[in-house]
Nanobody, 125 residues
Framework: QVQLAESGGGSVQAGGSLKLSCQSP??????LGWFRQAPGNEREGLAT????????FYADSVKGRFTITQDTIQGTFYLEMNNLQPEDSGMYYC????????????????????WGQGTQVTVSS
């Protein structure tokens, strides 16, 4: 059973920053992603990173504010979030897709095979 583990959530004021981390045991190529779910809403795909070559994709809602990166030595990937706004509040999940690569590495929830438990982010105005 592959288990991912997020950390780094918390509470910040609008305009602040947070950096989320995700420990992933997957050593082979993968599409790594971050998702967000607010109460009553669908789980929203935010960003993906393809581990071979580092190609990234961002949803329009976070483009220019969020950055996804990886540390292959540590087996960890990150979501750096800047200029956070109240609408960014929610449970944040990291996930890994071991089937879709390259241009097909996109934050489509149904493509992802392994998930973390989630970490809460709360942004106050």
């Amino acid at each position: 059973q592959v288990q991912l583990a997020e950390s780094g959530g918390g509470s910040v004021q609008a305009g602040g920053s947070l950096k989320l981390s995700c420990q992933s045991p997957i050593k082979d190529r993968a599409c790594l992603g971050w998702f967000r779910q607010a109460p009553g809403n669908e789980r929203e795909g935010l960003a993906t990173l393809y581990t071979l070559g580092g190609a990234r994709f961002y949803a329009d809602s976070v483009k220019g504010r969020f950055t996804i990166t990886q540390d292959t030595i540590q087996g960890t990937f990150y979501l750096e979030m800047n200029n956070l706004q109240p609408e960014d509040s929610g449970m944040y999940y990291c996930a890994a897709d071991v089937t879709h690569f390259g241009f097909d590495c996109r934050p489509h929830r149904q493509n992802f095979d392994y998930w973390g438990q989630g970490t809460q982010v709360t942004v106050s105005s």
